[in-house]
């Protein structure tokens, strides 16, 4: 049954959208008192009601956020993604009729609108050359000249600013993308993706051993429980190994109690959770993490923690910053496999 039976539906409560959605009910109030996407009409004034054009402009955040799109951006991309809708639905049979009387002779109208709808992504006006490029082989779905770009941003610029100045920036458009094009283009982000993840894995290095001089133990890359999105990670591992640096990657939704036997296992000199949405971030599990301890008594050490991903914005994690970027990520990360002093307890970052 609808959860909408009926155009004098009231709509749903916050916390009827907020299960539905899988985020808590303080995730969309911060998000309407911050963005400005909260329901258009409220209930006595007062209650926030969720209406189906709500609920569309919140769905379309959380795909957004879940791709890596700062929330901010991802605000505004689903509430243009709204009006863009509603524009439509008012202007459908004239956009129709002037389709039909613009078709150039022999063209079919159906023909015109598909020949604009691999349009060029939002990148807008501050990005490489090489993301225009990289978007428009995504959008005609060029395997072969996405795989070849790719290559090229990483072997021209190295790996930190090829993720950060070109892979980054085109993911983010396609999500956009996605987001105002009604769940199209959805096969233009899986590809994407695919490469990307494709590119990462061959510019990463060979394994280093975790033995060695100055080296305190590999570093640990882990998505928390329930957290699917592994490119950033993927990056971050790529440019740990061209470093020298010995890494155990262990991706995607990392089981709580794997991560902490793994912790145990191999006495890392650093841990990395990432959370790309703010329902997967769990400060809880953070701080358990970095409270384990290894070694011999009077010799005991534990982790550098650190919090990669937007799900930790806003979540107190004293003692745990966060990184703001990769580049700051792996000078983190270097620092971190210095031999630390004994009795100090964990060495934790932003």
């Given at each position: 049954?609808?959860?909408?039976?009926?155009?004098e539906y009231p709509g749903l409560t916050t916390g009827a959208l907020a299960r539905r959605l899988?985020?808590?009910p303080t995730t969309l109030?911060?998000?309407?008192?911050?963005?400005?996407?909260?329901?258009?009409?409220r209930a006595d004034g007062r209650h926030r009601r969720w209406r189906p054009g709500d609920v569309a402009v919140l769905e379309a955040m959380c795909r957004l956020t879940a791709a890596g799109v700062p929330p901010a951006e991802a605000a505004w991309a689903a509430r243009e993604a709204r009006e863009a809708r509603e524009a439509a639905g008012r202007g459908a049979e004239a956009r129709s009729l002037a389709r039909t009387e613009a078709a150039p002779d022999g063209v079919a109208p159906a023909d015109v609108g598909r020949s604009r709808a691999a349009g060029a992504l939002p990148l807008g006006g501050a990005v490489r050359q090489e993301c225009r490029g990289l978007a428009r082989a995504a959008v005609r779905l060029d395997a072969s000249a996405v795989e070849e770009q790719l290559g090229a941003a990483v072997e021209q610029y190295g790996l930190t600013v090829a993720w950060q100045e070109v892979m980054v920036p085109t993911l983010h458009a396609v999500g956009r993308k996605w987001a105002s094009s009604g769940d199209r283009y959805v096969e233009v982000e899986?590809?994407?993706?695919?490469?990307?993840?494709t590119a990462l894995r061959r510019a990463t290095g060979?394994?280093?051993p975790a033995e060695g001089a100055g080296v305190t133990g590999p570093v640990v890359l882990a998505c928390l429980p329930g957290e699917q999105h592994t490119l950033p990670l993927e990056a971050l591992n790529a440019g740990l190994s061209r470093l020298g640096l010995p890494t155990r990657m262990f991706g995607a939704a990392v089981p709580a109690e794997a991560l902490t036997a793994a912790v145990r296992r191999l006495g890392p000199a650093a841990v990395v959770l990432w959370a790309q949405?703010?329902?997967?971030?769990?400060?809880?599990?953070?701080?358990?993490?970095?409270?384990t301890r290894w070694g011999v008594h009077g010799a005991r050490r534990g982790p550098t923690v650190v919090l990669g991903g937007p799900g930790w914005a806003g979540r107190a994690a004293q003692g745990m910053p966060r990184p703001t970027g990769l580049r700051e990520a792996l000078e983190m990360l270097s620092r971190a496999q210095a031999p630390a002093p004994a009795a100090d307890g964990p060495q934790t970052f932003v």
């Open positions: 049954m609808s959860e909408f039976p009926s155009p899988g985020v808590a109030r911060s998000w309407d008192r911050r963005y400005g996407i909260g329901p258009e009409v899986h590809l994407l993706s695919w490469h990307v993840s060979r394994p280093a949405a703010r329902s997967t971030a769990s400060p809880a599990l953070a701080r358990h993490i970095a409270d």
